[in-house]
């Protein structure tokens, strides 16, 4: 939880943490976890981490989605973020995926040459959509 809300902060959105320690255990630790996460230690430290879940494409099969790529402050440099990237991506391979989603702060420019530097696709075509708070709950109304 520390790291999420550090990750929060980094991208100036700390204020858009709304989810609780509790939650996030029951959502990943629990019977059937919503998510998997990995850990990197650096110093006998945690340095960093991945959270991921899988996704599926009606038009290419099980793919992963990337929430979460990060790593504190103090460890950055250190080839962290990619070695996350690439434990993330062994077991898409691993699991027969086609690929692994993510998205980038457009600002952060860091990030999107190390994802340009190991081949990743932009797909900027594609627009992202969220619906949530009041406006999913007035077209849950609508449900039949």
């Avoid at 790291?3 to 959502?27: C, G, P, S, W």
């Avoid at 998205?103 to 420019?109: D, F, H, K, P, T």
Wanted: a negative charge; glycine letters at 12%.
């Amino acid at each position: 939880m520390t790291m999420i809300r550090e990750l929060a902060a980094y991208e100036h959105e700390l204020d858009l943490v709304a989810i609780t320690e509790e939650q996030l255990k029951q959502n990943g630790f629990g019977g059937n976890p919503d998510f998997r996460a990995l850990i990197a230690e650096c110093d006998q430290q945690p340095g960093g981490y991945a959270l991921f879940f899988g996704h599926y494409s009606t038009w290419r099969g099980r793919g992963l989605f990337l929430e979460d790529l990060f790593v504190r402050e103090a460890f950055r440099g250190r080839g962290i973020g990619k070695a996350l990237l690439a434990a993330v991506a062994h077991i898409g391979v691993k699991e027969h995926c086609y690929g692994i989603r993510w998205e980038v702060l457009g600002w952060n420019e860091k990030a999107i040459e190390l994802y340009k530097a190991l081949g990743a696709e932009f797909e900027d075509r594609w627009r992202q959509v969220v619906l949530s708070g009041q406006a999913m709950e007035r077209l849950a109304g609508n449900s039949l």
